[in-house]
């Protein structure tokens, strides 16, 4: 059996996790967009005291109070592996 990549899992991945203020769980979100662009998208929205707008890969959209946001972490979202071998 084989399985075939769709060409939406060849585009640029990130995982991004947020601290949000006064809240104990982080967010973590997988986004459509490479690291640059979201650490672009973070700084424009500190700079400018506007909300954080996020889209994830399924198409839910978030939006994080720029005051609220404590940290970012962005890193690229690796693939999930299937199976039960540890290489």
């Known amino acids: 059996m084989t399985t075939k990549k769709s060409a939406k ?9 947020i601290s949000v203020s006064d809240q104990a769980r982080e967010l973590t979100i997988e986004v459509g967009l490479d690291r640059e662009e979201v650490l672009d998208l973070v700084k424009k929205s500190l700079s400018s005291n506007e909300p954080l707008v996020l889209s994830d890969v399924r198409g839910r959209n978030f939006l994080i109070p720029s005051g609220k946001i404590s940290s970012v972490e962005v890193g690229d979202s690796a693939e999930r592996r299937v199976g039960f071998a540890g290489l």
């Open 9 to 17: 899992s060849d585009s640029a991945k990130s995982e991004v996790r």
